[in-house]
């Protein structure tokens, strides 16, 4: 139901998060209620057509071939209207260009400037996607990316390992899962808080301890024995497990960081499979996502 960096089902209640591997090794921990996973739209309100809009580019750009409205209003999950009038205020804006004899939507020019200066802070145009591409590739599992974002991680992306049984011009053909996007994720307890923590100098990891003391529950313990399971994941270049819910079979996560972004900010990739086979082939899993975040590097 619940597992570390994308697995997440809003519409149960959430079980007592509880954390394996990441405070004490090979331990499950309980965390305080605080520390449980936040589906994105919580803090939405009147900005939710704005959040939309974003929605719909991100659709369009993610399309094998330009979609259609009713395309675009499936994976949004908006009535006809609704997704009429969003992508006619697009057009009008000029962030869209529609061609009325197709009856398909695409992005204009005007999105290369904001594109074009997002990916030089980013390694370069499509050098993330890229690397999440080979990852599920390579591993043939789900493959999220995350952000620290204040006191939480949070989802950016997932790719999961395509379907084969559709076609492959289908716009649900794509491998990006938008269910888990927004997601909020505890720093602590985590499999992607830990690596980004493991990232940081003691100091601010120390600054973040103070700040999500709360969420740790029963599993607060001395900032020094904290510091020391930072440590270890800073020894070994990667975390491994995260939270679960009622069994070790939930999907946990195996994170690390990528290098800085021009901008300072360390992202994380994770991915995703069930807590034994994570446990049984960490060493593998890592080997070949540090070989894909090499090359990521030397692009950047």
Same mark, same amino acid.
């Given at each position: ?153 949070? $989802? +950016? ?5 395509? !379907? =084969? ?8 053909? *794509?491998?990006?899962? /938008? ?77 690390? $960081? +990528? ?5 300072? !900010? =360390? ?8 807590? *034994?086979?994570?446990? /049984? ?20």
């Amino acid at each position: 139901m619940a597992g570390d960096n994308g697995e997440n089902d809003a519409s149960r209640p959430a079980a007592a998060p509880r954390s394996y591997n990441i405070l004490a090794p090979d331990q499950i921990e309980p965390l305080g209620s605080l520390a449980a996973l936040r589906p994105a739209g919580h803090l939405w309100n009147a900005a939710k057509s704005a959040v939309r809009a974003l929605d719909a580019v991100e659709v369009i750009a993610n399309s094998h071939d330009p979609p259609r409205a009713r395309q675009i209003a499936r994976a949004l999950e908006l009535s006809p209207s609704s997704a009429d009038q969003l992508l006619k205020t697009l057009v009008d804006a000029g962030y869209l260009i529609f061609d009325p004899f197709g009856k398909r939507y695409f992005l204009s020019p005007r999105l290369t400037i904001l594109g074009g200066r997002t990916a030089g802070e980013y390694f370069g145009p499509g050098a993330l996607e890229t690397m999440l591409d080979t990852m599920v590739e390579r591993l043939g599992l789900p493959v999220t990316l995350v952000a620290p974002q204040g006191t939480s991680m949070q $989802a +950016l992306r997932q790719l999961v390992p395509p !379907i =084969v049984d559709r076609g492959p011009t289908s716009l649900e053909q *794509r491998v990006l899962d /938008r269910s888990v996007i927004g997601l909020r994720i505890p720093l602590f307890g985590s499999s992607s808080g830990a690596a980004w923590l493991a990232s940081q100098s003691d100091k601010a990891v120390e600054r973040a301890f103070v700040q999500c003391r709360r969420e740790l529950g029963s599993a607060e313990r001395p900032f020094l024995e904290i510091l020391q399971a930072i440590v270890r994941v800073r020894e070994q270049g990667y975390a491994t497990g995260g939270l679960v819910a009622g069994d070790q079979e939930e999907n946990c996560g195996l994170s690390m $960081a +990528l290098p800085p972004a021009r901008s300072g !900010i =360390v992202l994380i990739v994770s991915a995703l499979a069930p807590l *034994r086979y994570i446990v /049984r082939r960490a060493g593998a899993i890592h080997e070949v996502m540090a070989q894909i975040v090499g090359r990521l590097n030397s692009a950047g």
